[in-house]
């Protein structure tokens, strides 16, 4: 199986290191990573199809209709996620107002009595999925007994998603990690429930530890093992970046709202017929890098990242801000906005203040260049906004200007200049540049036997060929 991990992408473009070796110490082998992945998934969760009733609980605030807009969209959410799932069908759906948050229950009991009669009445259901960041173990457990079938919440669903989606072995140990605080709490039910029998806090062998005792130790293992695993997959990650910058390749972050275009506009200017860009909720769940070139010939690496969600379980948050901690160390952002989106304002918003949060060097975010995509959708679309680009990624539209642009910023975030150097080509300076620097034109004087050189280079190797080739020269 071919890995799509950003380190063993990396490797394609710098030393050709292979991330497999024998001898390293932080070498984590598939088999282990599939142990650690493979868990108990939540019964319900798993194979097969899933006819699912979708409730949102609505808390009113603001005005009638700010409050009706912002339940429906929540609700298209809720749709989207689950019909990002293969098997996966909404069979019917509802809004419900529901009590303030911070009451223990979730419905008041007469919108209760009628929500289980509709889905009791509602053929061929197999799961309800209620729109809330998570249910209680205590409330998801009466749902079930109410209802009859598995309950859902947001946090299950997407990590169910996550799930699916994860290729990588950073990706897979994420999820792990993530899943546990639905395995305590899923524990915490089934104690209660042996409890009422009598039988959780009974001691086993001759331990002198219960049964939920042994189970709660277990798990606490597990996750020391994922964190463990994780650590030494952040180790090596941390030695290729350093090999790689050394290579001194740019690297551009490609970031946004999921759904907004991210893996489509990568492809377009890589050219890498290996990424698959999909109509889906977290359709990349595996930070990529994919080699690029600008308009002067310069390589750069574009990094394909997860997409953003507003809402995410923050559960999730924790463990993906890990996946995304890398961006910080790019050479510079593009934040790619789906313009054709009714929430467009509002997911730019979202993805700022998850930068914010990330603490995303000052540098970064003030070169980050703000793209306007899928323009294709809106006739005749002019970017209200100044320093902001429009493109279509799909049909392949202003991706020059992209190009030009993500080049002027590299050129200053990186301190390389660009020069015009006159060289003698009786010497080997011709091809010391092209090997040290990047050559953007060559005008050849052939009476002179001299040449007149376009290169884009850093401060470093502009020191050096000054000293190989002009001592004495400032
Ligand atoms: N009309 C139109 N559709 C586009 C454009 N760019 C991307 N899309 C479509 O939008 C959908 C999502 O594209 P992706 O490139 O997978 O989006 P992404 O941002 O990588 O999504 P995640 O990885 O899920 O975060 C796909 O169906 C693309 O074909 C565009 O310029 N115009
Ligand atoms: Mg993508």
Redesign the pocket.
Known sequence: MRSTGWWKNTDDFSSGQHEEEDDDEDFIGDSEVEELFQLQVPAGLGEGQQRVFIVHPDVKWGSRKQHLTTAELMMAEAVGLVNTLDNWRVVDKIILSTKTPEKKRIFGKGNFQSLTEKIRQTAGISAVFVNVERLSPLSEREFEEAWGVKVFDRYSVVLHIFRCNARTKEAKLQISLAEIPLLRSRLKNEMANLDQQGGGSRYIGGSGETLIEVQQRLLKEREMKIRSALEKLRRKRHLLRSQRKHKEFPIVSVL????????????ALTGDSGL??????????DVTVHAGQLPSHMTVLYV?????LSQLPHQLIDSFSATLEDIKHSDLLVH?R?I?HPETVNQKVNVLSVLKNMQIPDRLMSSMIEVH?????IDNYQCPEPNTLA?????Q?GLDELRKAVEAEIVNSTGKHILDLTVDLSTPQLSWLYKEATVQDVQVNADEGSAVVKVIISAAAYGRYNKVFRPGAK
């Open positions: 946004g709202y999921t759904n907004c275009g991210k893996t489509t506009l990568i492809k698959q860009p999909r109509n889906q909720l977290f359709a990349t769940l394909d990242t997860i997409g953003f790619v789906d054709s995509n899928k323009i294709d959708l493109i279509s990624a799909l049909e539209r």
